[in-house]
């Protein structure tokens, strides 16, 4: 029997951050620190910053100040489900304030829309598969949200001629 239990424990994945999810933690503090800097650099600009850009920085410059701990710290207690909460609530308000978003592209929606529907599909399925304890799902897909909707969706907010580009290197 003691065998048995041996076996188990080390096929279990193991709760503590691996080396993916750090560099994860390291891309979203190096992405909060790049719009923070972009922010401060055009801070002349910003009495022409619509409403709506304003709340899609707001929620998602909470949702990347959350990843890193969320990221490296214990798992599983009460913080980290206070935290993981206001994590999927501020994605959601994300991918929803990229609605109102759409005078770029004339009035209609655009190809990166396409981005915040699934994160409105995915950030209640990953707030699901944690309540009811499926880990390897829960783990997998907050990988996924923080790797797609967080960091390469971050990293094309500066290139292409885009205003926190534009702040950050005009």
């Known amino acids: 029997m003691a065998g048995a239990i041996g ?26 620190l790049a719009v923070a800097a972009a922010l401060w650099r055009g801070r002349a600009h910003w009495p022409a910053v ?24 214990r798992r599983g207690d009460r913080w980290h489900r206070r935290l993981g909460t206001l994590w999927v609530a501020a994605m959601i308000a ?10 770029a592209n004339h009035g209609g929606l655009s190809i990166i829309h396409l981005l915040s529907f699934w ?10 598969s944690a309540r009811t304890h499926r880990v390897a799902m829960h ?29 950050l290197f005009g």
């Open 94 to 103: 994300t991918a929803l304030g990229s609605f109102a978003m759409r005078y």
């Open 50 to 73: 619509p409403p709506a850009v304003w709340l899609h920085l707001l929620t998602i410059l909470v949702a990347l100040a959350l990843t890193p701990s969320m990221l490296l710290r």
């Open 139 to 167: 783990r997998g897909a907050v990988r996924g949200m923080v790797t797609g909707a967080l960091l390469i969706a971050g990293f094309f907010t500066f290139p292409f001629n885009r205003m926190l580009g534009a702040w």
């Open 119 to 128: 994160v409105l599909i995915q950030a209640p399925l990953i707030w699901w």
């Open 7 to 32: 076996a188990k424990r080390a096929t279990a994945k193991s709760l503590a951050p691996d080396l993916f999810e750090r560099a994860l933690a390291l891309g979203a503090i190096a992405l909060l």
